[in-house]
């Protein structure tokens, strides 16, 4: 996996969508997002079936374009969708059971802090989520902000391991993301509630 693929990453499930899922991907697709990540997770989010049945229309349009595809937290749904990827949280799945499940899949794990750092197997892993970089409505249990200055900390300790920052970003503040070191961001809301998507993502 390059480190490029996760320059722009979109998170999103039915829950974040004031319309229908499938039209909000096709559209951050055709607007230039480089990976997806299928987090179906929260309030009013799909179970069962339901839950099952989107990933499988949201998978194939990511096949169909050449969009990475990644689950979020479940090894189940990760498995059934034969996604490129999965990605876990510091109370998800372990690490090394997954990679001794999946020698070869993508696995992205989220870090928030010194303590998480040092206690995370980062040799098992593909890349980094860290945040939040700045404040979140999206989710209700994030970690206090962590904010850019985070980044610079994870890059100067493992220089060569991919780094995704998340958590309250928008067009407004992703270029101080990057600019501390990031190969990515990943956004939900300021996709999924874009008036004009197009311009949002070539401004991330």
Same mark, same amino acid.
């Given at each position: ?14 829950? /974040?969508? /004031? ?28 179970? &069962? ?16 374009? &050449? ?7 479940? @090894?189940?749904?990760?498995? =059934? ?14 690490v090394n059971e997954i990679r001794s499940n999946y020698p070869d899949t993508i696995i992205g794990l989220s870090v928030s802090d010194r303590t998480e750092l040092e206690q995370s197997p980062v040799n098992l892993v593909d890349y980094l989520g860290v945040g939040p970089m700045y404040r979140t409505t999206t989710k209700t249990d994030a970690n206090p902000v962590a904010g850019p200055?985070?980044?610079?900390? =994870?890059?100067?300790?493992?220089? /060569? ?6 958590? &309250?970003?928008?067009?407004? /503040?992703?270029?101080? =993301? ?5 190969? &990515?961001?990943? =956004? ?11 311009? @949002?993502?070539?401004?991330?």
């Open positions: 996996m390059k480190a490029s693929t996760l320059r722009k990453y979109f998170v999103m499930g039915s829950q /974040n969508c /004031n319309k229908d899922p499938l039209s909000i991907l096709d559209e951050a697709i055709k607007a230039g997002i480089t990976c997806f990540q299928y987090r179906e997770k929260g309030e009013g989010a799909l179970t &069962g079936e339901a839950k099952y049945s989107l990933g499988h229309k949201l998978r194939q349009r990511c096949a169909e374009a &050449g969009i990475l595809f990644i689950v979020n937290d479940d @090894v189940e749904l990760f498995d =059934v969708l034969k996604a490129d990827g999965i990605h876990v949280g510091q109370s998800d799945r372990s200055e985070w980044v610079k900390i =994870v890059k100067r300790e493992y220089p /060569n391991m991919p780094v995704v920052g998340i958590g &309250g970003i928008h067009p407004g /503040n992703a270029g101080k =993301v990057i600019e501390a070191g990031a190969d &990515g961001v990943a =956004v939900i809301s300021a996709i999924t509630q874009a008036v004009d998507m197009s311009s @949002v993502v070539k401004s991330l």
